[in-house]
């Protein structure tokens, strides 16, 4: 069955330095998101991407913040100057265009951001 | 802001019974109901979804339950299975208004015993 698949699984940067983190999204799906999940809270919204552009975005997604799909498979998440509150589970979903019927999100298996 | 509230973060249930995830939720403009369940190490996985239309859906062992006058749905797992120990999560959407982020519950963390 196809996945989402991330990479890197872990990633450790120091404070203040850029990260990008990467995912390739399910091949025929058109809808992208990053979400993430900071240790013992709930799963959260970050940006939404369709059509090269950002459909929408949370307030988690200020300026330090950017996405990008870079090429036909890649979809980044970059954070251009690392806090320590950015350490958390970073999780990419996609999920396939159907106008008339919503369709699940299909989601990786995360990376985790740890900020030194 | 909690829409959507998983009130159990845990439970029990004998392997072979059957296993009930509750959810509650505040905003009524929610018009699409996810259930993932999530090892550890691992991604959410989609298990199962209900759009406001219905009040029932079923997939194999699993069925979601929505009570939109009360604002609540469920999850039943019958029968359990050892394999079905896992965090499982509620989730929802605006879908028909344009906004599909999906919101999460906490997570309730399911444990199958022998």
């Known amino acids: 069955e196809p996945e989402v698949t991330q990479t890197p699984s872990h990633q450790v940067t120091q404070m203040g330095q850029e990260v990008i983190l990467r995912c390739v999204p399910i091949s025929n799906h058109l809808y992208f998101y990053w979400y993430r999940q900071i240790l013992g809270q709930k799963v959260e919204f970050l940006v939404s991407?369709?059509?090269?552009?950002?459909?929408?975005k949370s307030e988690i997604f200020d300026d330090q913040f950017s996405v990008e799909r870079p090429d036909g498979s890649n979809f980044t998440l970059k954070i251009r100057s690392t806090k320590l509150e950015d350490s958390a589970m970073y999780f990419c979903?996609?999920?396939?265009?159907?106008?008339?019927?919503?369709?699940?999100?299909?989601f990786g298996d995360g990376t985790r951001l740890s900020i030194l | 802001d909690q829409q959507v509230k998983q009130n159990s973060p845990s439970l029990s249930v004998q392997e072979g019974r059957i296993s009930i995830l509750n959810c509650d939720y505040t905003?009524?403009?929610?018009?699409?109901f996810l259930w993932y369940k999530k090892y550890p190490a691992e991604g959410p996985t989609f298990l199962i979804s209900?759009?406001?239309i219905k009040d029932k859906n079923e997939d194999g062992r699993f069925t979601v339950f929505l009570n939109k006058s009360a604002k609540h749905l469920s999850l039943h797992i019958v029968p359990s299975q050892p394999g079905d120990s896992a965090v499982y999560f509620c989730a929802a959407t605006t879908w028909g208004w344009g906004d599909d982020k999906i919101i999460f519950g906490k997570g309730t963390r399911l444990h199958i015993l022998p």
């Open positions: 979903a996609s999920t396939k265009l159907d106008r008339d019927k919503p369709q699940p999100q299909h």
């Open positions: 209900i759009s406001s």
């Open positions: 905003n009524s403009m929610f018009d699409y």
């Open positions: 991407f369709y059509n090269n552009e950002i459909s929408e």
